[in-house]
Nanobody, 125 residues
């Protein structure tokens, strides 16, 4: 599975961006697609995940209420709308996917088999 992430950019604090992650294959109901981010000098951290079967979304506490995941079945694409961005949201954002994850593992980057290239998000204060 090849994942294509895009949508990053530079925005002022309080602004919004929408990231997208498109899979090269039709996403099955077993897929979980995750978003992670990595700031300079920090470990990659979980941001959000979307369970294709049932359409459930999961968010890190740091982004809950500000970020929202949605999907477009026809395009095999997951979107992450990021509102009220803060300088601490600055990072390279990665999308990932796996068809064998269990829910207890969705927050761990090591559990995902497929990764897209990163897209830079910079939030200025």
């Amino acid at each position: 599975v090849h994942l294509q992430a895009c949508g990053g950019g530079v925005v002022q604090a309080g602004g919004s961006l929408r990231l997208s992650c498109t899979a090269s294959v039709r996403t099955s109901s077993r897929f979980i697609m995750g978003w992670f981010r990595q700031a300079p000098g920090k470990e990659r951290e979980f941001v959000a995940a979307y369970k294709w079967d049932g359409g459930y979304s999961y968010y890190a506490d740091s982004v809950k209420g500000r970020f929202t995941i949605s999907r477009d079945n026809a395009k095999n694409t997951v979107y992450m709308q990021m509102n009220n961005l803060k300088p601490e949201d600055t990072a390279v954002y990665y999308c990932a996917a796996d068809s064998r994850l269990i829910l207890s593992s969705i927050r761990y980057a090591s559990q995902y088999d497929h990764w897209g290239q990163g897209t830079q998000v910079t939030v200025s204060s």
